[in-house]
T-cell receptor, first 113, second 112 residues
Framework: NAGVMQNPRHLVRRRGQEARLRCSPMKGHSHVYWYRQLPEEGLKFMVYLQKENIIDESGMPKERFSAEFPKEGPSILRIQQVVRGDSAAYFC???????????FGDGTRLSIL | QQQVKQSPQSLIVQKGGISIINCAYENTAFDYFPWYQQFPGKGPALLIAIRPDVSEKKEGRFTISFNKSAKQFSLHIMDSQPGDSATYFCAASANTGNQFYFGTGTSLTVIP
């Protein structure tokens, strides 16, 4: 039973480019959460999606960031016109229901040159 | 504003000793308190979790103690081993909410 799969594991972008981070939840999980982790810090919630719907995006910056979870395929976190401050590890988690434990992927480490 | 406060930031324990990590929260709506273990380059892995209807939960060498009135909970690792060296995060969530609130993490080093 595969866990949460994130790719790429490492992503390098230059300032102004777009970053696309992908997350395939565990089988049977329809709830996906994205978190950002800065060095020496805990995880900060960004967005919660349930198949084709954004349920809560209160932690996601209003500009340049967007997320989707289409009916078919992985969830995508997109960051447009990246800046140095976007450098972080981005983790995706999934759960079968909203109030069930969240299982995390191994993250995408985004570096902005 | 940090919803969950975690301490200490780092901890060094001798092999065989007890590691204790503490967390405190303010939001009385929180009703689920998991602990996660994270190794370098990996995602957080669920270790053990508790709900406020019990004061203690034990799984192997890991125990959560929960004090509802004080709004505090702690992780105890008995007989700590070098393989337990990792960063530990406490978290909290409310049934009515959509996210986990994480503590800032404790870097545990168990020395042989």
């Amino acid at each position: 039973n595969a866990g949460v799969m994130q790719n790429p594991r490492h992503l390098v972008r230059r300032r102004g480019q777009e970053a696309r981070l992908r997350c395939s939840p565990m089988k049977g999980h329809s709830h996906v959460y994205w978190y950002r982790q800065l060095p020496e810090e805990g995880l900060k919630f960004m967005v919660y999606l349930q198949k084709e719907n954004i349920i809560d995006e209160s932690g996601m910056p209003k500009e340049r960031f967007s997320a989707e979870f289409p009916k078919e395929g992985p969830s995508i976190l997109r960051i447009q016109q990246v800046v140095r401050g976007d450098s972080a590890a981005y983790f995706c988690a999934s759960s079968p229901h909203r109030d069930q434990p969240q299982h995390f992927g191994d993250g995408t480490r985004l570096s902005i040159l | 504003q940090q919803q969950v406060k975690q301490s200490p930031q780092s901890l060094i324990v001798q092999k065989g000793g007890i590691s204790i990590i503490n967390c405190a929260y303010e939001n009385t709506a929180f009703d689920y308190f998991p602990w996660y273990q994270q190794f370098p380059g990996k995602g957080p892995a669920l270790l053990i979790a508790i709900r406020p209807d019990v004061s203690e939960k034990k799984e192997g060498r890991f125990t959560i103690s929960f004090n509802k009135s004080a709004k505090q909970f702690s992780l105890h690792i008995m007989d700590s081993q070098p393989g337990d060296s990792a960063t530990y995060f406490c978290a909290a969530s409310a049934n009515t909410g959509n996210q986990f609130y994480f503590g800032t993490g404790t870097s545990l080093t168990v020395i042989p």
